[in-house]
Structure formats: structure tokens, C-alpha cells
């Protein structure tokens, strides 16, 4: 099982970027995928969620109408387009897969990439 995190980087504030999450090893299409994020000295927060079938988003308060998320189940890929970033945003962003099964909830963890805004 991967997830694999890209697109991170130095961006200057109301700048954009474009993280992407290619996974492998599972079923892809039955996970609902999110992307977390920590900050130095804070604790890891959930920014944005979707639902396996991608019918449904939700995101955190600080982001909303900044950042979109996104899959295609048919690259097996997640994407989260941040757009007029701000310091505060600054963090490493996780990507993050989840299936509650009748028995058990099965959760994978990506690596992490580097978004660092500032001037």
C-alpha cells in the first residue's frame, strides 16, 4: 500500500498550488481520501474530505472557497488545488485514506509534503 504526496513547494502568499496523491495496493475507489495537515508545534488537522464515489466534499473553515478537492478513481489519484494561500497555511499536508468495514476501519497515511507560504 502508497500514498504518495506531490506538488509541495515555496509559494508566495495569494499564490497557488496543486498537490496531488497517487495511491497503489488498495481499492482505491472505496475509500473516502482526505488531506490533513501540521503545522510546527501544532497538532494535525483535516483540511478537506471526499467521499469514495467523490459525491461529497467537506472542508475546514480556514479553507473554504480557497481549496478544492478532487479525485479520479480511474487514476487512483486525489488532488487538493490551494489557491490564495496565506501564511497560516503553511504546513506539511498529509494525504489520507479511510474504509469503515463492518468489522473494522482501515486508514493509510502518505508520506507528507512540504507547503511552506511566505514573501
Known amino acids: 500500500v502508497q500514498l504518495v504526496e506531490s506538488g509541495g513547494g515555496l509559494v508566495q502568499p495569494g499564490g497557488s498550488l496543486r498537490l496531488s496523491c497517487a495511491a497503489s495496493g488498495f481499492t482505491f475507489s472505496s475509500y473516502d481520501m482526505s488531506w490533513y495537515r501540521q503545522a510546527p508545534g501544532k497538532e494535525r488537522e483535516l483540511v478537506a474530505a471526499i467521499t469514495s464515489a467523490g459525491g461529497s466534499t467537506n472542508y475546514v473553515d480556514s479553507v473554504k472557497g480557497r481549496f478544492t478537492i478532487s479525485r479520479d478513481n480511474a487514476k487512483n489519484t486525489v488532488n487538493l488545488q490551494m489557491n490564495s494561500l496565506k501564511p497560516e497555511d503553511t504546513a506539511v499536508y498529509y494525504c489520507?485514506?479511510?474504509?469503515?468495514?463492518?468489522?473494522?476501519?482501515?486508514?493509510?497515511w502518505g508520506q507528507g509534503t512540504q507547503v511552506t507560504v511566505s514573501s
Open positions: 489520507h485514506g479511510r474504509r469503515v468495514g463492518f468489522l473494522r476501519t482501515t486508514t493509510f
